[in-house]
């Protein structure tokens, strides 16, 4: 019941801001409207902690003998904090969208209302098929609000292929489920085939962009900032939520070590990319595989609570940062202060981040203690490159507002460090987090002294596209492939559709009926 | 009065008068109504059950009707079957004047409705395949009016499914044969066989659907694909009448290995071949043998889950092809050309018709969330159970049918110039499509809806429907 409620909050919210939008255009309230939807709902998830587990069952699909499984949604410990985090970006995203060029905009409230209410269903799903449903949904909202919002070619185009990739994820975990019912388990959260888990960990890659790495848009300055991160975010919390659900039992397959490495070495390239970028919101992709790659390193040792910690750091650490477009002294020490929520200390939303019972190969740490303080130090700069925009110059409404929307997922950052959660108030792997921080701080020192680690934007340098690179020869072997498959259906076609084609088919059916014939016997 | 007058007789007396009215929408409109009206009947009117209107009359609704010595017999197990097709029917009667082709498809399509619903009821049942040959020729005029010149397409089609005839008459002459006479191994190979290949002909089994695409370059889409919604839903009908009702048929061993062989196959084929196609009628049509293939997957279960899996296909196909050949048409009668590069940036132009193009496309390979989804997780995890290897050429089919979906994606949002949003077509054209799309979504989320049919069709078959 108190899910439905939440989910009554978001959805009945959007449904009047349309309502509104189309009915009464010149409505002055609709802020309000979406400001106190988004706070209901943000409330009513922290109620959700009195009564911990909740679940939210759909109509049994029928046939049973045919779906053993329905659709079935679960609030535990750690899917809240997931929960929590999701309505704390989008009060948020509301409540900074006071200071943006384009406020009042009604449609992107009820996108993000609604996209609100889609990630919590996601991340909430108990089963494969929940999960499976809701990310869809995500996809298809991103995919319809990136074709309504671009209008360059190259963009629309990047829009389809960033939709193919994620479905070919959710293909996956379909794939995964089958493949753990033809082993004789179906398919859910609790138990799963040993050869399930690999499918499982493609999905969420895959939908991540971790694995194979891609990154679908470069430059995605087209979104918007408010709307454009609750997207991103809420996609990245829907896929992230599997993480912590695969069962470890099912990672045992020999092909685990080396998609161990390649996670890790996109880590490193990520965060790299993340500390060197002169742009937040364009280098929001490189953040997003960052962080993702270490909750996916946390889940492959056994530790799904590291990786809830990986996730939530991402989206509320990533919310906090993307949101900012104000320069106020003050929020930018609040922005420079959550990153000790992602240091991995004790007593931090990270804490357990680095905790697990599997032993690790000591070059892996040098990589990922790394690639953790690329993140940060990244972060730290980022935070500090948040545009000057005069803060004065806006009404006092929307100065005070404002800091409240930041300051709210600030809270959010530290409160998860000391409750709410199997991670809270956890001493973790300590020394760890000291040595990450340790790095990170000689980052952001050395960083203004050594050029090549501060490149000087140059927008007047043309990449060199010439070169070949080894992605641009898989995929330029892919294409070979398509193009070989694509002569050889046209030439099937061609001699099956051709005036010849009837002897030929007449052909084929002798020499099916004498199998046929041949099988019966 | 009798059930067969009712089902059979009124839609083939009305179907001529349905040439009458001189607006396509009247004519449309009236279609769908009968239609409707009819399938209301089949789930209400009782047969064979006293009806008592007051206390001195009651009546009966006889379920037989003898003609030139053969009985044409409908009982009260064959009432969901006519609600659904007669219900489904009324859906692409309304549809038609939207499409373009109401004053053909109507009475036509009314009579050959009527035809193959005499065919699944038609004792001695082998005088369906005669009955089914007339609904063919009855289509002919349908797919290519009289003053067009036949294409190849429209020729093939009928060489293909009038080939199908003389292999189903004869293994019915030859089953007799192994009935009385059950050892004899070579009696029962033969009509095996004569049996598979009358199905390949008649359900289009791959190399046999080359007439499928080359139609859907020469008809109007719509056309095409009210006759591949009916006639292979009518022939699996009749494929389960077999199997209903010769035990040996039942109970062969490689039955199952069979029929997902098939499905299997055309379900690569017909996935792979519309990865490659630029032409979107073809597009549609190798979908449509993606379709029968899933249907010949599902059917193959039939010893684990008795028809439930393949009963749960029907409407979501049906929903699918209904709104995917509408937006086709849509765009042939404006636009003219169904080629990729003459399409291109559609979305943007006609925004609702390629949504209806789009989703429809989806759910027929499957995504998550639409009607298509919940048969096609049945039908795969079932096949996954019995071997994993199947299950991996099913997802190769399903991933090439998606690469075309994407494709088509892709050439509808592409447009050199940055172009605008603007709704085109009629409100009709834009209504219809839209309430499509909000029923696959409908029965993607909540297959169940669909239950309340699903649980009485199988009934119809009394053997195999458990």
Known sequence: MLILITLSFLFLGALALLLLRIFNPDFRYPWLIAVSSIFLAWASVLFWQIKIPLELTLPAWQPVILFPDSPHFIVDQLSWVYAFSLTTVGLGTILTAIVRKNFPSAPAWVGILALNGIGILAVLAENPLALVLTWTAIDLAELFTLLASVKEENLRERAVISFSMRVLGSGFLIWAGLVSTAAGTPLNFISASKESGIYMLIAAGLRLGVFPMHLPFKTESALRRGYGTMLRLTSAASSLILLARIPYESLQSPFIPYVFAIISLTALYSSWMWFRASDTLDARPYWLLGMASLALISSLRANPVGSVAWGTALILGGGLLFLSSLQNKWLNRLLQLSLIAMSTLPFTLTATAWQSQETLWWGYWFILLSAQALLLAGYYRHAQRVKKTDFKSHSPLSRFVYPLGIGIIFFALLILGIWGWPGAIKIGAWYLGLIATFITLILIWLRPRIRSLDPLEAHWLKPNTAEKTTTGRVYSLFWSLYYFLRRLSRFITNILESDGGILWTLLFIILFASLIAEGIR | MNAP???????????????????????????????????????????????????????????????????????????????????????????????????????????????????????????????????????????????????????????????????????????????????????????????????????????????????????????????????????????????????????????????????????????????????????????????????????????????????????????????????????????????FKSRQGDIYRYPIIVLGLIFAHFSTLGLPLLAGFPPILAAWGGVAEKTLLSAFWVAVGVASLLTGAVRTLAVMVMSPEKENWTLNGSWLQNILIGVGIFFILLFGLFPQLMSPLLTKLPFAFSYLGG
């Open chain 2, 5 to 339: 007058l009712i089902w059979i007789g009124i839609p083939l007396i009305l179907s001529p008068f349905l040439w009458l009215p001189r607006r396509a929408n009247v004519t449309a409109f009236l279609g769908g109504i009968i239609a409707l009206f009819l399938a209301l009947l089949a789930w209400f009117l009782p047969i064979d059950t006293p009806l008592r209107i007051s206390a001195t009359l009651s009546f009966k609704l006889a379920d037989s009707f003898e003609i030139l010595g053969r009985q044409i017999i409908i009982s009260p197990a064959d009432q969901p079957l006519l609600t659904l097709i007669y219900g489904l029917a009324a859906l692409w009667f309304f549809g038609s004047s939207a499409a373009g082709v109401a004053r053909r498809l109507v009475p036509i399509g009314m009579s050959i409705i009527a035809l193959l619903v005499a065919s699944l009821s038609v004792q001695p049942f082998l005088y369906a395949a005669l009955i089914i040959q007339t609904a063919i020729l009855i289509a002919i005029p349908l797919l290519s009016p009289p003053e067009k010149k036949p294409g190849r397409g429209i020729i093939r089609f009928l060489i293909y499914q009038t080939l199908a005839m003389p292999f189903l008459l004869f293994s019915g002459w030859l089953m007799a044969g192994v009935e009385s006479n059950p050892g004899d191994l070579e009696l029962l190979t033969q009509a095996a066989t004569l049996l598979a290949l009358g199905f390949a002909f008649l359900l289009a089994v791959f190399p046999l659907y080359t007439w499928i695409p080359l139609l859907m370059e020469e008809a109007s889409p719509y056309a095409v694909g009210f006759i591949l919604w009916l006639l292979p839903s009518i022939a699996f009908f009749f494929a389960l009448g077999f199997l209903d009702r010769y035990a040996w048929l039942r109970e062969f061993d490689q039955l199952p290995d069979v029929l997902r062989s098939a499905g299997i196959l055309m379900i690569v084929t017909g996935g792979i071949w519309a990865a490659f196609q630029r032409h979107l009628g073809r597009m549609m049509g190798y979908a449509t043998v993606f379709n029968i293939g899933f249907s010949l997957l599902a059917l193959s279960l039939f010893q684990d889950y008795q028809l439930s899996a393949f009963f749960l296909f029907i409407v979501p196909q049906s929903l699918a092809l209904l709104i995917w050949s509408l937006s086709l048409s849509v765009l042939t009668l404006r636009e003219g050309s169904l080629l």
